[in-house]
């Protein structure tokens, strides 16, 4: 089915652990956003990538890192995880920059 | 800067009672794009309806509708004769491109927890 994949759906962490929250989409889309959603909250922009090879941050990026080599997957990286970063995690992306917006499923990481 | 408000948090109703969530948005930007998305408790995110900045006609779909006011900064949602499953968040949110970027940027509100009860 075509739209983004993200993987794994949930994952609990000890804190200095790291680990890699993956996102694919299968639609060409040029833009990929990470997002996070503290309880309560709205979602806040981690990262984001207007292309393969291209990344830039968002209004929350510290304690993560991105990559993307090519136009299909934009995985998010946890160094050293840290309570703070529980959360629950979206991936999206976009062809037109401004609309249509096609979101992944979640990933609900917990760091204990 | 960009800003979308939700000032309800929460909000419980009975079925079949209609029910408005407000949210009020800002941006200096002329062209912009505003969304609702429905949040069930499985946890994904549902896209429900997008409205252009140059486009203030009110929408209708099923039970849902839409009153989209340039003057007043709001997009509002309805729901008419509420239902138990519409019970979810639903969010707004506001799309604008970064200055000389085809970038553009998805800003949230905190959401309103909608209950509805049987």
């Known amino acids: 089915n075509a739209g983004v994949t993200q993987t794994p759906k949930f994952r609990i962490l000890k804190i200095g652990q790291s680990m890699t929250l993956q996102c694919a989409q299968d639609?060409?889309?040029?833009?990929m956003y990470w997002y996070r959603q503290d309880p309560g909250m709205g979602l806040k922009l981690i990262y984001y990538?207007?292309?393969?090879?291209?990344?830039d941050k968002g209004e929350v990026p510290n304690g993560y890192n991105v990559s993307r080599s090519t136009t299909e997957d934009f995985p998010l990286r946890l160094e050293l995880a840290a309570p703070s970063q529980t959360s629950v995690y979206f991936c999206?992306?976009?062809?037109?920059?401004?609309?249509?917006?096609?979101f992944g499923s979640g990933t609900r990481l917990t760091v204990v | 800067a960009q800003k979308v408000t939700q000032a309800q948090t929460e909000i419980s109703v009975v079925e079949k009672e209609d029910v408005t969530l407000d949210c009020v948005y800002e941006?200096?930007?002329?062209?912009?794009?505003l969304f609702w998305y429905k949040q069930p408790p499985s946890g994904e995110l549902v896209f429900l309806i997008r409205?252009?900045?140059?486009?203030?006609q009110n929408e209708i779909s099923g039970r849902y509708s839409w009153n989209f006011q340039k003057s007043t900064s709001s997009f509002n949602f309805t729901i008419t004769a509420s239902q138990v499953v519409d019970s979810a968040v639903y969010f707004c949110?506001?799309?604008?491109?970064?200055?000389?970027?085809?970038?553009?940027?998805?800003?949230f509100g905190r959401g309103t927890q909608l209950t509805v009860w049987p």
């Open positions: 990538s207007v292309g393969a090879g291209i990344t």
């Open positions: 409205r252009n900045s140059f486009d203030e």
């Open positions: 949110a506001l799309s604008v491109r970064d200055r000389g970027s085809t970038l553009g940027r998805l800003y």
């Open positions: 639609m060409n889309h040029n833009y």
């Open positions: 999206a992306s976009t062809n037109t920059g401004q609309f249509g917006y096609t």
């Open positions: 941006t200096r930007d002329t062209t912009y794009y």
